[in-house]
């Protein structure tokens, strides 16, 4: 059973306009999530994390949002840029050992 | 959607040995990705491998030390080979689909300690 999920697997967005990615989870043992960007055939890169001891954190044009009670997670990009374009997964784990992935989100940033 | 099972999901072992990990994915696909997290890393891609060809290692991995098999589209082996501690990780098999690889599909993940 995918402990978490990203349930859309894409999303368009205006260049210059806010890009929010969704990630929810089932386990609330989970402290510690990450954000990664991924480009077809290319290793992810890390982009952002948060523990649980926090509700925000950002990062340039980054910023994590995390609520524990909804078991949910966003990340948001202001603004976004054609570059942003790649598939964005996030990931739970607890106390940052195994961690679980969601299967992605691909964001299309239009010029 | 991609169901993908590897083993071991954990194990122990001796330094200096090695230890071939297996994926098996529910369905054909062309590319596998091996990865390894570290405690406290991010998420590093070890090698892409495709069926029928060589496995392509990104920079840091080399073949000798991590030898993959391809044998056919719905399965992969690596091998963690003359293991030492700073080999002690979770090593991940990760299949994309759709047909931009927009959707991620990982393993469990084999969490190895070599003592």
């Known amino acids: 059973d995918q402990q978490v999920k990203q349930n859309s697997p894409s999303l368009s967005v205006q260049e210059g306009r806010i890009s929010i990615l969704n990630c929810d989870y089932t386990?609330?043992?989970?402290?510690?999530f990450l954000w990664y960007k991924k480009y077809p055939a290319e290793g992810p890169t890390f982009l952002i994390s948060?523990?649980?001891?926090?509700d925000k954190n950002e990062d340039g044009r980054f910023t994590v949002f995390l609520n524990k009670s909804a078991k949910h997670l966003s990340l948001h990009i202001v603004p976004s840029q054609p570059g942003d374009s790649a598939v964005y997964f996030c990931?739970?784990?607890?106390?940052?050992?195994?961690?679980?992935f969601g299967t992605g989100t691909s964001l299309t940033v239009i010029p | 959607s991609a169901v993908i099972s590897q083993k071991p999901s954990r194990d122990i072992c001796q330094r200096g040995t090695s230890l071939t990990i297996q994926c098996q994915v529910d369905?054909?696909?062309?590319?596998m990705f091996w990865y390894r997290q570290q405690p406290g890393q991010s998420l590093t891609l070890i090698a892409t491998?495709?069926?029928?060809?060589?496995?392509?290692?990104e920079s840091g991995f080399v073949i000798d030390k991590f030898p993959i098999s391809r044998p056919n589209l719905t399965f992969s082996t690596l091998t963690v080979s003359n293991m030492s501690p700073e080999d002690s990780s979770i090593y991940l098999c990760?299949?994309?689909?759709?047909?931009?690889?927009?959707?991620?599909?990982f393993g469990e993940g084999s969490w190895l300690t070599v003592v």
């Open positions: 990760s299949v994309e689909s759709g047909d931009l690889g927009n959707t991620i599909y």
């Open positions: 948060i523990s649980s001891i926090k």
């Open positions: 491998a495709n069926q029928g060809s060589e496995a392509t290692y």
């Open positions: 386990n609330s043992m989970f402290d510690y």
């Open positions: 369905s054909q696909v062309t590319m």
């Open positions: 990931a739970a784990s607890v106390n940052g050992n195994q961690f679980y």
